[in-house]
């Protein structure tokens, strides 16, 4: 991580993430000190650590306007519920990134990219998602010439890894063990 610029943190607060990149995991940050941003929930990072290792971002705009992408893979959450919607893409007017949504489509509005595009404050984007789906055929992001929208496939299943992972889920569900990555209805994901 010593060649760093910015760390993107997306990870659910739980105790297995708790203080997770304090200590020596960041040592090596310590001399170029890259941008720390925390989209997700909890204490990854102990106060001693975030002031010796990192420069943390309090808003988000600070840190697109240095973006050369913006790739989205975060959950729909009401944390991140319209989190670039209405204005906040302006930041990105000068060095204009590439969008890219995979995630959920409810992080941004397709009025806001309609109009970050037609303003010049990014150059184009990959629609992977979108708040309401399918997008209606007469929608104006379908005659943008540098948007492409793909129907909700990101994520392309393997079918012997699913298959693999019901087997162990299944397993420790006989032994009244915890499931592997079973959803959270307090977090959203």
């Given at each position: 991580?010593?060649?760093?610029d910015?760390?993107v943190?997306?990870?659910?607060?739980?105790?297995?993430?708790k203080?997770?990149?304090?200590g020596?995991?960041l040592k090596s940050?310590?001399?170029?000190?890259?941008?720390?941003?925390?989209?997700?929930r909890?204490?990854?990072?102990?106060?001693g650590?975030?002031?010796?290792?990192?420069?943390?971002?309090?808003?988000i705009?600070?840190?697109?306007?240095e973006?050369?992408?913006?790739?989205s893979?975060?959950?729909g959450?009401?944390?991140?519920k319209?989190?670039?919607s209405?204005?906040i893409?302006?930041?990105?007017?000068?060095k204009k990134?590439?969008f890219?949504?995979?995630?959920r489509?409810?992080l941004?509005?397709?009025?806001?990219?309609?109009?970050?595009?037609?303003e010049g404050?990014?150059?184009?984007?990959?629609l992977?998602?979108?708040?309401?789906e399918?997008?209606?055929?007469?929608?104006?992001?379908?005659?943008?010439?540098?948007?492409s929208i793909t129907p909700?496939c990101s994520?392309?299943?393997?079918i012997i890894?699913m298959?693999?992972?019901?087997v162990?889920?299944?397993?420790?569900?006989?032994e009244?063990?915890?499931l592997?990555?079973?959803y959270?209805?307090?977090?959203?994901?």
């Amino acid at each position: 991580m010593e060649d760093c610029d910015y760390l993107v943190s997306i990870l659910p607060g739980t105790s297995e993430t708790k203080y997770m990149l304090s200590g020596d995991v960041l040592k090596s940050c310590n001399k170029k000190k890259p941008f720390f941003i925390n989209i997700g929930r909890g204490n990854l990072i102990d106060s001693g650590t975030i002031q010796k290792a990192i420069r943390q971002i309090d808003k988000i705009s600070e840190f697109l306007e240095e973006c050369d992408y913006i790739i989205s893979v975060l959950p729909g959450t009401p944390e991140t519920k319209d989190m670039l919607s209405g204005e906040i893409l302006k930041s990105c007017k000068h060095k204009k990134p590439y969008f890219i949504n995979i995630g959920r489509g409810d992080l941004i509005n397709t009025s806001t990219i309609d109009k970050a595009i037609r303003e010049g404050w990014i150059c184009g984007a990959l629609l992977d998602v979108m708040e309401k789906e399918p997008l209606p055929p007469d929608h104006p992001l379908w005659s943008i010439p540098n948007v492409s929208i793909t129907p909700h496939c990101s994520g392309v299943p393997n079918i012997i890894q699913m298959a693999d992972l019901f087997v162990r889920n299944f397993n420790k569900f006989k032994e009244n063990e915890p499931l592997l990555y079973a959803y959270d209805f307090n977090s959203g994901y």
